[in-house]
């Protein structure tokens, strides 16, 4: 490797450890971002474009990663001496918590990175969040100076919610039904976790405590498509006192 080539790890946001389902979620996301139909086929965009081409060609190949991180080893075994005098901490890592609407709508937020060696004081950087991200999905935003080089490797986490529970990609909530539901089965509605109201199909006879699985109604999947919503169904049972006869 030459010092001008690309780090393909680097290019779509991630260390050398990551999985090769990491790999197709990055690629997947950050290829929508940086299309360049969506920049007015920008040379920059046809740029960035190419770059993240190249880096998932080499890595989603398992023999072609393993050439290249061999090149990887050997080069920094040549340059690791001279590096290791000076050497600046470029990158930084942070886990961000979302909520569940977040990873389905979309959303923007402002990442604030408050780095000791920074002479200039605190960063901050736009991070937008593309609908149907993933959880666990990796983001990076480029540092300024005097980190030029480096990243802020943001990776996407699901804020516990009162009404759902993540689970993967499936979300699972609980339904209260009222005994004559029970009885004669029929259609409940409840609110959805990207907003507005879901249909639930209850059966004649649920049992309390029954699952009622709600297909493509969960999470996002990192290679796309979305979870299951599990309800559980919960009721009271219908107890009647009437006095006894004789008395």
């Not at 993933?134 to 990076?140: E, F, I, K, N, V």
Request: proline share 7%; glycine share 10%; aromatic share 4%.
């Amino acid at each position: 490797m030459s010092d001008s080539a690309p780090d393909h790890y680097a290019v779509l946001g991630l260390d050398r450890r990551c999985t090769a389902a990491e790999i197709r979620s990055a690629y997947r996301l950050l290829s929508k971002q940086h299309h360049p139909d969506l920049h007015g086929g920008a040379e920059e965009a046809v740029r960035r474009a190419q770059e993240l081409n190249a880096a998932h060609e080499t890595l989603s190949d398992p023999a072609r990663r393993r050439a290249y991180d061999r090149d990887l080893a050997d080069e920094a075994g040549r340059t690791a001496a001279p590096r290791r005098a000076g050497k600046i901490e470029r990158n930084v890592t942070q886990d961000v918590l979302l909520r569940i609407e977040d990873f389905l709508r979309g959303t923007e937020l402002d990442v604030r990175v408050q780095d000791p060696a920074n002479p200039h004081g605190a960063e901050s950087y736009r991070l937008e969040v593309p609908p149907d991200t993933a959880p666990g999905t990796r983001l990076r935003l480029e540092r300024a100076e005097p980190f030029a080089g480096g990243w802020v490797v943001v990776r996407l986490k699901v804020r516990p919610g009162f009404r759902f529970k993540a689970r993967g990609a499936d979300l699972r909530c609980e339904l209260r039904i009222d005994a004559r539901r029970v009885t004669q089965g029929g259609t409940e509605t409840m609110p959805g976790p990207a907003g507005g109201m879901l249909r639930v199909a209850i059966p004649a006879g649920v049992g309390r405590g029954e699952i009622v699985r709600i297909a493509g109604e969960g999470l996002p999947k990192p290679r796309g498509g979305r979870g299951d919503l599990l309800v559980r169904v919960t009721y009271r049972p219908e107890v009647r006192v009437t006095p006894a006869r004789g008395r």
